[in-house]
């Protein structure tokens, strides 16, 4: 089955900056190949469910390899059948906003 996530990650107790450490995760996803956004407050990918699962667990073991404490939300959407999906959702809304 097809998903987009929206994946918001970061460590906490790291000080009032933690771009560093979510340049390490964007760079895990980018490096993975998916089709992928970056947005203010979080990432959302697109894919086969196990390969995006792969693709956050990656991530969030990276943060934690230095950090004694991370916070991860996760929002799953699931579809059969979908592919471009993070420009299709998009376009649809932008559609009706012309005008």
Not at 21 to 31: F, K, L, S
Not at 67 to 81: E, F, I, Q, S
Request: charged content about 25%.
């Amino acid at each position: 089955m097809s998903v987009i996530v929206d994946l918001s990650l970061f460590p906490v107790g790291k000080g009032e900056s933690v771009a560093e450490y979510v340049a390490r995760a964007v760079m895990i996803i980018r490096d993975s190949g998916l089709p992928h956004r970056l947005g203010p407050m979080g990432t959302a990918i697109e894919g086969e469910y196990d390969e995006v699962m792969a693709v956050v667990g990656r991530c969030f073991k990276a943060l934690q390899a230095d950090c004694d404490r991370v916070y991860m939300t996760l929002k799953v959407d699931g579809r059969a059948g979908r592919s471009g999906g993070l420009e299709q959702k998009v376009g649809d809304v932008e559609k009706r906003l012309v005008g």
